[in-house]
């Protein structure tokens, strides 16, 4: 099976400017990630504001191109220009602000942006149109203005514009950020559906750790580089570490995690308060 | 410094076709120095209704006094009012304008009438107490990052010494560290300088562990006003209206069910976590 | 709230002219308003009024919205009115006062004036009654795309258009909310001299610029993203597609905008002193 995405050694620095525009230094935003996403695989990247993971984000779209290293999307090469069309199409980016990402003043127009953009023909377009708003549950807004919608259906509204493009990947650049937690909630679920119906290969871009619960692989950022890789599980069970990169775990798993260094017999990543509870009672 | 709203109603665009009643009849008091935590879903009208205790909405109808004055009485000065009960809004980096950091958070001040140095001089008491360094006071504040412009406009707040503190979601956009320094740098304001703050946030779990009482909202109206741990034993009631307990609250309650004579009403992880070692250590 | 005012006052209904394409409307319109100017006889304003009467009916817009579509204008319209009325010295005497003389003249200008005013204004507010923002950009893209050859970046021109319509909801309600910040931080907006009022626009101004810029960009890489690279390529979900409806309402348009203009230069009329 051909890899999702790859990055080999990636590198990208931007150079810091001065007030007259002159370049007075550069800064690393990423620094040697090697990262590996197998098609249909649900991925999360974590890490705090400034850690480098949007602007890695950003290299899976071909929005910004290696400095050094090379980033493969189902097998092109991101940096090669005569792929970039094909890049974008195959990987869809959903972006953090509701409001920034919505075009149309109608939500099927929106959504029909990115089909108009490929060249798709009219009936096709509606044909998609109707079937991503129906695989984010939102077909029934599908006359109203975005104005009017909540931060959360607006996300789902984003989301059946990317899907709209048939994309092999989805990339989700903090898209709960801005958002109140029935609408997080909301965008995780259409999420978790699509994953199952679509199959498309997911990637989450979040500081949320109760987000990543249900990923196949959690990647932890910090200063441009990779510093925490493995399953959820493996991840949750280092409260510290976490800590130390500005990260913050359920309460559920600080819980365990106090109660097992006050020498209770816990196992070690916690992820739901059932597992807890289970844990604890076994003690009885 | 008190704050008493008696039957307060405000209605949206009256008289339109899209007329709304935003806050209904709501009735609260604020005593001087507390620290008050409102949460509600969106919509609830937490918003509208602390933009009605600086003046910037007017109340269709009701009253609220503040330290026993009326501020609806014929010729009370909301200006002074906006003095005394400062109101910091949601991303409130964007309200930054100035050609550097130092003039920016000098803005209020300005306003209030003071003197050039006085201005100077409060402005970066404010920025010290936000915790923004020296070194950013002549920098143009779209060069900051993102919780650094957030302090700053916080600080533009500050400067203006409120009695009261109004925060609106002061954590929005935030990341987990971001989101603690924040809270707690509110949390040492208020036990440091005797100021009432009122928190409006999503997320019960940071109000839990700061607020001395919590208000929920609801639909425009007062749906709880007390205690963290008594509105945490109404948890099935703020589930059904799309707002959460604590984590902690629902595991204490699921020990319980499964027999387990643990405190239910452990309201953060250090509570819960000795409450379960007491319980165990006793078996 | 701010959110839910449509700009351009489209008036939702499922009339003949809601369904007719929006390049005839456009057309129609212009066609219209250059009629207005082409004679001077109260004929031609008969049949000019009668027209005018069937499209508000057709329209199934109410009265009182096309009315409240002069309000704006009822200054400009006294104003020309009046300049017309006392200034214009021509035939006989009709009313004298003091320093003011109103002649047969200046009274048949005025009030003709105020007509075509008010029908320039009633005519062109019809067409954005009945067509939506969308449409009016599709069209006004269609229609200029000859303009292409020469090199006028016509698709983006309306690309810009609809974003623009897409956005501006957003930035007032944006305006209001740091009004509301700055209101706070104790701005006062609303006393001083023109000088003191302009400057205390800047703390509105500048973030408000911000975060205009800031949201283009967010909006472009969406956009990029999306695999936006311009006109070239593009299909449209709602191509613009001439019917016979359409086709009819063009004849119709062309058959009275030559009627009124040979019947208002060549057939005399005259009730009272018109």
């Known amino acids: ?284 | 410094m008190s704050i008493k709203i008696e039957h307060l109603n405000y209605i949206y665009s009256q008289g339109t076709a899209y007329e709304k009643q935003a806050l209904k009849d709501i009735c609260l008091e604020i005593p001087h120095g507390e620290f008050v935590g409102i949460i509600g879903h969106t919509g609830s009208g937490k918003s509208t209704l602390i933009q009605h205790l600086n003046g910037l909405i007017k109340a269709a109808d009701g009253e609220i006094y503040y330290n026993g004055e009326n501020i609806y009485s014929g010729n009370y000065n909301m200006k002074e009012l906006r003095n005394q009960v400062g109101l910091v809004f949601q991303y409130p980096e964007h309200q930054l304008f100035e050609v550097d950091v130092l003039s920016d958070v000098c803005f209020g001040p300005k306003n209030q009438g003071l003197s050039r140095e006085e201005c100077e001089k409060r402005a970066r008491e404010a920025l010290r107490l936000v915790g923004l360094k020296e070194k950013y006071y002549q920098s143009s504040p779209f060069e900051l990052s993102g919780g650094q412009k957030r302090r700053a406009a916080i600080a533009g707040v500050l400067a203006m010494r409120p009695k009261v503190l109004v925060l609106d979601e002061p954590t929005a956009g935030l990341d987990p560290k971001g989101r603690d320094e924040i809270l707690d740098q509110i949390s040492y304001l208020h036990k440091e300088s005797d100021m009432t703050v009122i928190l409006v946030s999503h997320s019960m779990e940071d109000i839990a562990k700061y607020a001395d009482r919590i208000i929920v909202m609801n639909q425009g109206q007062v749906m709880f006003n007390s205690t963290p741990k008594e509105v945490f034993a109404h948890y099935k009631e703020l589930e059904a209206v799309g707002l959460a307990a604590p984590q902690v609250t629902y595991i204490m309650h699921e020990l319980e069910e499964k027999g387990l004579a643990v405190d239910t009403r452990a309201a953060t992880v250090k509570e819960a976590a000795d409450s379960i070692m007491e319980v165990l250590g006793n078996d | ?274």
């Not at chain 1, 550069?26 to 602007?55: C, M, P, W």
Request: aromatic share 8%; hydrophobic share 45%.
């Open chain 1, 1 to 284: 099976m051909e890899r999702m995405v790859q990055t080999e050694d990636l590198i990208f620095e931007y150079a810091k400017r001065d007030e007259e525009g002159n370049v007075i230094g550069s800064y690393r935003a990423i620094d040697q990630v090697n990262l590996k996403v197998e098609a249909g695989q649900f991925i999360a990247i974590l890490g705090h504001n400034g850690s480098g993971k949007s602007t890695l984000a950003k290299h899976i779209n071909a929005i910004l191109v290696p400095t050094e290293g090379t980033v493969w999307v189902g097998g092109r090469d991101t940096s090669d220009a005569d792929e970039l069309w094909n890049v974008r199409q195959s990987a869809g980016m959903v972006f953090q602000n509701p409001d920034n990402q919505i075009i149309g003043t109608v939500v099927e127009e929106d959504v029909g942006f990115g089909p108009e953009n490929l060249g798709v023909p009219t009936d096709d377009i509606w044909e998609r149109v109707e079937e991503s708003l129906r695989a984010v549950g939102m077909l029934s807004y599908r006359h109203h203005s975005p104005n009017k919608l909540s931060g959360g259906q607006k996300q789902r509204v984003a989301i059946a514009g990317v899907i709209a493009m048939r994309p092999k990947c989805i990339v989700l650049d903090e898209p709960t950020a801005m958002l109140d937690p029935s609408g997080r909630k909301e965008v995780l679920r259409t999420v978790e559906e699509l994953r199952k119906q679509e199959k498309v290969t997911v990637i989450l871009i979040t500081h949320y750790m109760e987000e990543v619960i249900d990923a196949d692989r959690v990647f932890v950022m910090d200063h441009g580089h990779v510093v925490m890789e493995g399953t959820p599980r493996e991840i949750f069970s280092q409260v510290d570490a976490l800590k130390e990169y500005r990260l913050d775990v359920p309460q559920v798993t600080i819980l365990a995690d106090e109660l097992k260094k006050r020498g209770l017999d816990i196992p070690a990543g916690i992820l739901r308060k059932e597992e807890l509870v289970e844990a604890i009672c076994r003690l009885k």
């Open chain 3, 1 to 274: 709230m701010i959110r839910d005012i449509t700009i351009g006052q489209y008036y939702p209904a499922k009339s003949i002219l809601h369904r007719l394409d929006p390049r005839v409307k456009l057309t129609a319109t212009v066609l219209y308003l250059i009629s207005l100017f082409l004679f001077k006889n109260v004929s031609g304003y008969l049949i000019a009024t009668v027209f005018l009467a069937v499209i508000i009916r057709l329209s199934k817009v109410p009265f009182r919205y096309i009315m409240r579509g002069m309000k704006p204008v009822v200054m400009l319209l006294m104003i020309t009115l009046l300049f017309n009325l006392f200034l214009i010295r021509e035939g006989a005497v009709v009313f004298s006062a003091w320093i003011f003389t109103i002649t047969e003249g200046g009274l048949r200008n005025a009030v003709l004036m105020a007509v075509r005013l008010i029908y320039l204004i009633t005519g062109s507010s019809l067409m954005t009654f009945t067509t939506t923002p969308n449409e009016l950009t599709d069209g006004i893209e269609s229609l200029l795309k000859p303009l292409g050859k020469l090199h006028v970046p016509v698709h983006e021109i309306a690309m810009m258009m609809s974003i623009a319509l897409r956005f501006i909801p957003i930035l007032l309600e944006e305006t209001d909310k740091i009004m509301k910040a700055q209101i706070a931080r104790g701005a006062d907006l609303e006393s001083g001299n023109i000088l003191q009022k302009a400057k205390s626009m800047i703390p509105i101004l500048v973030p408000l610029f911000v975060s205009a810029f800031r949201r283009a960009n967010d909006l472009a890489m969406a956009m990029e993203a999306r695999c936006y690279r311009g006109g070239e390529g593009r299909t449209k979900m709602n191509p613009l597609r001439y019917t016979g409806r359409d086709r009819a309402a063009y004849g119709i348009v062309i058959l009275y905008v030559i009627g009124v203009v040979l019947i208002g230069r060549y057939v005399p009329l005259h009730i009272w002193i018109f």
